[in-house]
């Protein structure tokens, strides 16, 4: 059924592809592409829930106004589009904050960009390297990508002695071997920061 308001929306030209997807404006383009979701059963499971629909809009809102844009950068939306504040990071000073007027598709089009496919979680510590099942994941993708373990961890950088430090000499690894790379060095009651 919904197929059918589908094709029946495109006949009318309610529905508008841009990009990669363009080429689904033309009818047997999109009938192509629809033929196989025609196959499949789908099975709608939704309940009632406890706070009512109101909780459920406010707990995709933190979703969804944090994807992307938030709502203190949307500006304006009119009929000349919808208008927000951007930072340009290749400009510096006062240009660095500019606005930009996007037509309504465009900018649900850029909006869309930062949605995640299936099977994606907005989750930090969460995939092949989380911690619970860290060890086990990495086995499992290295054997999967052909690929050989290496010989021990070197996420750490011991404290060179000051006579090594004045000579500036080459740091080993004593697990690995290789020498190590000083990436940034810390004084005594210097603020650490973060990368930009």
Known sequence: MHSTLLARATRLVQLRFFGE?????????????LAPLR????????????????????????????????????????EHGVTFRWK??????RTRHKVMTL???EFMRRFLLHVLPTGFHRIRHYGLLAN?????????ARELLN???????CDHIDEPDA????????????HCGHAMTIVQVFLRGQAIR???
Request: one cysteine or more.
């Open 132 to 140: 619970g099942a860290r060890t086990a994941c990495l086995a499992a």
């Open 21 to 33: 997807l363009a080429h689904l404006a033309d009818a047997r383009d999109f009938k192509t592409w």
């Open 39 to 78: 196959q499949i059963e789908w099975v709608v499971y939704a309940k009632r829930p406890f706070a009512g629909p109101q909780a459920v809009l406010a707990y995709l809102s933190r979703y969804t106004h944090r994807v992307a844009i938030s709502n203190s950068r949307l500006l304006a939306m009119d």
């Open 147 to 153: 690929v050989t373990p290496m010989a021990a961890s």
């Open 103 to 105: 037509s309504p598709q």
């Open 88 to 93: 340009d990071y290749r400009a510096k000073g």
């Open 163 to 174: 006579e090594l430090r004045t000579q500036g000499a080459t740091f080993i690894c004593r």
């Open 194 to 196: 973060a990368p930009p």
